[in-house]
């Protein structure tokens, strides 16, 4: 009798600190991959000023809601399944490797790597099947904080090292903290980022005013691989130095998807989107940060029922400069040191335009 109570404590205690879902569904170990698939893992943290919903697909921002207005300002789906076939990666936690690697391969400690091609001879966003369609396992939860984990195994789509890597969500008032973590028994790559699109509240993001603190950005090639050449945004499409209303900016060319360079670490505001009702700041230690505007987006449905189109919002994918690793020590690089660990975060502040 006394072990069966040990073990009804013991039990009950980790219903208090575990992590519990949106509609209580959890996976059992026998389910198959099309079970699994039909079942949402969503998590909620909310305080007075904001609403967090978080799904273990990708670990994934599925909802950031304004409480005040009740806006949402991502974009995303209902439910798990469309995170799954996801091809925009709305709301996702990008890795191993955020953005492009140019011919799919790199060269660490004098060993190639060949990784997987799924972007026109490179890899984009870690791979045909990258961290925005794994399953996370959310191992913290509280009222305001979120904690999930990733087991990156050796070779997995290419990388080196058992990399395990930790995604948290974070609200302080006003403020949503995106922050991740990672620690690999080889030398590796780590670059991840949040590849949420933003919109915050109008019917496309031509109707916002975007501002990035940087005169600086790079051009790409025809497969829209960044180049290891900075140019000046001065009288360009690419200007943002002041606010500047998104539609202005894509007269001339019909989309933007390019990365702008601070190339410094630290924390430093990157980014501001508004509108006449709200002001999203952005804020990073990381050394750049990539703009798209989504000319091209198209998806089969979205939250509010109805499909996403071109333009329906835009990513702000603060991150390590893109392919920096096959450009010899120009920018600085994503290693991540065997035994050693890499943090970095994006800070992102809502408020009200008064």
């Given amino acids: 009798m006394k072990k069966l109570s040990i073990l009804l404590i013991l039990l009950m205690s980790l219903s208090l600190f575990g992590c519990s879902t949106a509609n209580n569904n959890t996976p059992v170990e026998n389910e198959t991959k099309d079970e699994q698939e039909t079942i949402d893992h969503r998590h909620v943290i909310e305080n007075d000023y904001l609403k967090?919903?978080?799904?273990?697909?990708?670990?994934?921002?599925?909802r950031f809601i304004d409480k005040k207005s009740g806006q949402d300002i991502v974009l995303g789906y209902n439910d798990d399944d469309s995170y799954l076939r996801n091809g925009y990666n709305l709301g996702a936690s990008i890795g191993r490797n955020a953005n492009r690697i140019g011919n799919a391969s790199f060269e660490?400690?004098?060993?190639?790597?060949?990784?997987?091609?799924?972007?026109?001879?490179?890899?984009?966003?870690?791979?045909?099947?990258?961290?925005?369609?794994?399953?996370?396992q959310c191992v913290?939860?509280?009222?305001?904080?979120?904690?999930?984990?990733?087991?990156?195994?050796?070779?997995?789509?290419?990388?080196?090292?058992?990399?395990?890597?930790?995604?948290?969500?974070?609200?302080?008032?006003?403020?949503?903290?995106?922050?991740?973590?990672?620690?690999?028994?080889?030398?590796?790559i780590l670059n991840m980022t949040n590849h949420s699109y933003f919109n915050l509240g109008d019917e496309t993001i031509l109707d916002e005013y975007l501002h990035i603190t940087t005169d600086k950005y790079s051009?790409?090639?025809?497969?829209?691989?960044?180049?290891?050449?900075?140019k000046d945004?001065?009288?360009?499409?690419?200007?943002?130095?002041?606010?500047?209303?998104?539609s202005d900016n894509l007269k001339e060319i019909d989309n933007i998807d390019n990365n702008y360079v601070w190339e410094t670490m630290g924390d430093k505001l990157m980014a501001e989107l508004k509108n006449d009702k709200l002001k999203l700041s952005i804020y990073s230690d990381l050394p750049d940060m990539h703009l798209f505007t989504a000319s091209s987006l198209t998806t089969d449905t979205g939250k509010e029922g109805k499909p996403y189109s071109g333009?329906?919002?835009?990513?702000?994918?603060?991150?390590?400069?893109?392919?920096?690793?096959?450009?010899?020590?120009?920018?600085?690089?994503?290693?991540?040191?065997?035994?050693?660990?890499?943090t970095h975060y994006i800070r992102y502040e809502l408020e009200e335009v008064k």
């Fill in 140 to 188: 913290s939860e509280t009222d305001q904080e979120l904690v999930f984990t990733y087991l990156s195994e050796d070779g997995e789509e290419g990388f080196p090292g058992n990399l395990n890597v930790q995604v948290r969500y974070k609200l302080d008032k006003n403020t949503l903290l995106w922050e991740y973590s990672g620690e690999s028994d080889q030398d590796t």
């Fill in 311 to 342: 333009y329906g919002g835009l990513a702000l994918e603060c991150q390590f400069y893109p392919n920096a690793i096959n450009y010899g020590g120009k920018f600085i690089m994503p290693i991540l040191k065997k035994g050693e660990k890499m």
């Fill in 233 to 246: 945004v001065k009288d360009t499409p690419y200007d943002f130095r002041e606010f500047t209303l998104v």
């Fill in 108 to 136: 660490l400690n004098g060993v190639t790597y060949k990784l997987t091609d799924n972007d026109h001879g490179n890899q984009l966003h870690g791979g045909v099947d990258g961290f925005a369609f794994k399953n996370w």
């Fill in 52 to 62: 967090v919903e978080v799904t273990e697909i990708g670990a994934t921002l599925v």
């Fill in 219 to 230: 051009p790409t090639d025809e497969n829209a691989l960044t180049l290891d050449e900075v």
